[in-house]
């Protein structure tokens, strides 16, 4: 019991970001990304490219993943979602649907269907009290908690960060008090790209690189961000670590086969008892 | 028209939603170091014209001058930048951040460079002007009160040091004590040497404050009064006061607003 809630945190920590990057451009841009997933993918084999195939040290190669994605995802907001911005927020989740399939057909033309793997050392798990922790394990958590860590001091703590509160609040308001709109949505996308990057390199260090990866990850990451109550990344943490550990504690009952039908009905769950999210009672919308 | 140099002038604006006009041809100018208050019944174009000034609302055909620049291009944004301050009639704060970070926010994306020290006292002097923000910086603004909200939302306006401020029903849905203070704050922002241009309903607390009135009906232009011969012009007592001869303000200022809305 203890080591599943061990791995559900772990596996909560790894939840939020995309979670977190979900809120963000939700609460900025008033539309569910569903290329989340895909873009998950897209961080994975960026990574995977500059390190198995350029053969860069992943610590080198994991911050050009993110830097990358983040290029991509402000190309995509000025490619795709800034020409409908005016279109209603459906119009948009379609849109984003169409930049999920681009994104992963392009992964698997330039890599096939292949299952591949980051060029990493394998390390013994550590061993405490009976519970283990795999070195990967560690090093999600840590790399977690430093973005989010990180992404909590640019909300709140600087002027792009008052720049998108203020935005997600009220865009026309935002507007008349000097908040240049378009770069601020910008650097939302390039935090956003960032995140989902840093997320799929932690996954594929756990595990495997493959043009699913992050696409199996969908269903938990909108029902942490929906749990958190939409558009709050600080409720999107909660979410994802809820969503972690439910995850992994269910494990011990039913098979993990059945992992993504236990998030979806702790959810739906959520939806029917308190449809703002469980933490959306903090924004104030009169 | 007036004498003094333009703050804020229209020439020729037409402005609206979808397929119609609401604002057909409007050409104004506000005198700067004055206040003009705009009146005009319900459905007038007066929210529209102020949302046009504001930036949020693009003209279809016209010129929009700040102080002389032509500014009809520009974003709400850069209109900000150019010394435009506006507080909307409603959700005029960030309800989910708190006052300071308001008041910061009101601040930091005109004056880009500013320093802490400046920032301070700009913020000192917004304090000053409504004291009852002081000891709730940290308190979210959507937990204000209506008056206390309007008074943020002005304060929002005026920390960046604009030469215009455009004010929208500034008393809207406050309280009678709150009306006066309000527009006390307006008649002392304006002495600083800020120029007003405000929509307003209660209007006989507004011609209080006022220099110069101006009357808007069905997007076109009526005319322009010293604030004093206002609501003595019989025209404008017809559409306003129902043609009685009633012009002091009732007892109760809530009334009165009733009053004037009743085209």
């Known amino acids: 019991m203890a080591q599943a809630l061990l791995n559900g945190l772990v596996s909560g920590f790894l939840i939020a970001l995309p979670a977190i990057a979900l809120s963000l451009t939700y609460g900025i841009l008033n539309f569910a990304n569903f290329s989340i997933g895909a873009m998950i993918t897209a961080g994975a084999y960026l990574a995977y490219f500059a390190n198995a195939t350029l053969g860069a040290p992943i610590l080198v190669a994991a911050p050009l993943a993110a830097i990358g994605l983040g290029l991509i ?21 379609v849109a984003s649907m169409g930049v999920a399939f681009v994104l992963e057909n392009a992964i698997r033309f330039a890599y096939g269907a292949d299952v591949r793997a980051l060029d990493v050392a ?21 790399a977690a908690l430093s973005a989010m860590a ?14 998108m509160r203020a935005i997600a609040d009220d865009a026309d308001l935002a ?16 935090l956003s790209g960032a995140l989902a990057a840093l997320a799929g390199v932690l996954i594929a260090l756990d595990g495997i690189v493959e043009p699913l990866i992050g696409t ?3 269903v938990s990451v909108f029902a942490a961000a929906v749990i958190g109550g939409i558009g709050n990344p600080f409720g999107a943490v909660a979410g994802a670590l809820i969503i972690g550990l439910v995850e992994e504690v269910s494990a011990l009952a039913v098979s993990t086969t059945y992992r993504q039908g236990v998030s979806f009905i702790v959810l739906i769950l959520v939806l029917l008892l308190r449809p703002q999210g469980l933490f959306g009672v903090a924004r104030i919308r009169r | 028209m007036s004498e ?26 506000a005198a700067a170091g004055r206040i003009t208050t705009i009146a005009g019944p319900n459905g007038a174009g007066k929210s529209t014209l102020i949302k046009t000034l504001a930036g949020l609302l693009r003209p279809r055909r016209g010129r929009i001058l700040v102080g002389g620049r032509d500014v009809t291009a520009l974003s709400p944004a850069e209109r900000a930048r150019a010394g435009l ?11 989910n951040l708190t006052i300071g970070e308001n008041l910061r926010i009101g601040h930091e994306f005109i004056h880009r460079r500013a320093s802490r020290r400046e920032f301070a006292l700009a913020r000192a002097r917004v304090l000053d002007l409504f004291p009852d923000l002081a000891p709730r910086l940290n308190g979210l603004a959507g937990a204000l009160s209506g008056g206390q ?27 009678p004590r709150y009306v006066a203070t309000m527009l006390d704050a307006v008649a002392q922002v304006n002495r600083s040497g800020v120029s007003v241009l405000m929509i307003e309903q209660n209007l006989v607390e507004a011609m209080r404050v006022s220099h110069d009135a101006i009357l808007l009906v069905g997007g076109e232009i009526r005319g322009r009064w010293n604030a004093a011969a206002f609501l003595a012009d019989p025209e404008v007592r017809t559409l306003f006061l129902g043609g009685t001869q009633r012009v002091a303000a009732p007892a109760q200022p809530e009334r009165q607003r009733d009053g004037a809305s009743a085209a």
């Open chain 1, 73 to 93: 995802a402000v190309g995509v907001e000025h490619g795709v979602y800034r020409r409908i911005r005016n279109a209603d927020h459906i119009t948009l989740l």
């Open chain 1, 150 to 163: 990180i992404v909590a001091v640019v909300l709140t703590r600087t002027r792009l960060g008052r720049a």
């Open chain 2, 85 to 95: 301050g506006y507080v909307p009639q409603e959700r005029n704060v960030f309800r």
């Open chain 2, 149 to 175: 909200r309007q008074m943020l939302a002005m304060g929002c306006a005026l920390i960046s040091g604009p030469s215009v401020l455009l004010l929208d029903e500034p008393s809207a849905g406050l309280s």
């Open chain 1, 216 to 218: 199996n990850y969908l």
């Open chain 2, 4 to 29: 003094a140099p333009a703050a804020l002038e229209l020439v020729d604006v037409a402005a609206g939603y979808g397929a119609a006009d609401i604002l057909a041809s409007v050409t104004l100018r």
């Open chain 1, 122 to 142: 394998v390390a013994r798990p550590l061993a405490w009290h009976g519970l283990r922790l795999n070195h990967e394990q560690l090093v999600i958590a840590l």
């Open chain 1, 175 to 190: 507007e008349v008090r000097g908040i240049a709109r378009a770069r601020t949505v910008d650097w939302t996308w390039a």
